[in-house]
């Protein structure tokens, strides 16, 4: 049994194929690389995997039913049996901490409306960081600079604060789940503008600690984003409309009632026990399988 967290089991070497879709039929022509072509690398990948794949039989999880249809879709392992089931985040863990506590522990301002953004790296392109920027530069007009701060975690050059019209503080690698939960409860928003993402953990998080999320509608963010009743679906690589989400919970009135179906949704979605059964669920089928063959 595979878990598959992205597009690579199944392409010729990418992880997400973006527009291409030349993993439906063999790769090859491949758009990432200096000189593409029927016979490039790519391609030479595909045949290798298909060799190798063609050895055994597997069964592959996906977390997001969109990477549940991309396998469906592909030439090298259409033929799979896949089963989707989104990863177990603990709930009892991420839960939303005291919004003061945690402002005097980070020595954050508890008055004013924090957006977060964060990735493993910040300037990582699949996660969007361009489009974050230069929403960010919209959304400062509209907003009193006084009262909305950034926060931005994950592995950085430590230039990023200077980029923003509004101010910013860069936690960098965070060092415990705790500090984590504490940055995700004392958020008004948390903002991911991922290019294309299978079911990300950060976006779970954020709303079992109660901030809503705005994101593009790409990959699986669309399956865990309902549209101004959890968070915002802004347009896919629109700056503007990322801007907009912003600037919509910032100013919701009812952010409060928005903060708890923000955590009940994902409760009722993504419960960490009904992950847990439905792999042991699986696990116990295979090997009844397996005793009767």
């Known amino acids: ?67 549940n249809h991309c396998i469906k879709a592909s030439s090298l392992l259409h033929e799979l049996d896949v089963h989707t089931i989104h990863n177990p985040i603990d709930s009892f863990i991420f839960q939303p901490a005291d919004r003061e506590l945690a402002c005097r522990n980070l020595k954050l301002d508890p008055a004013k409306k924090y957006i977060l953004f964060g990735a493993a790296t910040v300037k990582n392109v699949i996660k969007g960081y361009a489009f974050f920027a230069e929403a960010i530069q919209l959304l400062a007009a509209s907003v009193d600079p006084d009262q909305v701060e950034i926060i931005l975690f994950g592995k950085s050059k430590g230039d990023e604060t200077k980029a923003f019209p509004l101010k910013t503080r860069n936690v960098t690698f965070i060092r415990s789940v705790d500090t984590l939960v504490e940055l995700y409860s004392l958020a008004h928003v948390f903002v991911i503008p991922s290019l294309q993402d299978n079911l990300p953990n950060t976006i779970i998080e954020s709303m079992l600690c109660g901030t809503p999320v705005v994101g593009f509608k790409t990959g699986g963010i669309p399956e865990m984003i309902d549209h101004k009743r959890n968070g915002y679906l802004a347009d896919f690589k629109s700056s503007t409309s990322l801007a907009e989400g912003m600037q919509w919970i910032l100013s919701l009135e009812s952010y409060d009632i928005l903060a708890h179906e923000t955590r009940e949704s994902v409760l009722r979605r993504y419960p960490a026990k009904g992950s847990v059964d439905k792999h042991i669920n699986l696990y116990k089928a295979l090997l009844d399988n397996t005793s009767n063959t």
């Open 1 to 67: 049994v595979w878990t598959f967290h992205d597009m690579w089991p199944f392409t010729g070497g990418c992880h997400y194929a973006f527009d291409c879709e030349e993993y439906t039929r063999e790769c090859g022509k491949c758009p990432y690389l200096k000189k593409p072509g029927t016979g490039d690398l790519s391609h030479r990948i595909w045949l290798k995997k298909q060799k190798l794949f063609d050895t055994g039989k597997f069964t592959v999880i996906t977390p997001s039913k969109w990477l």
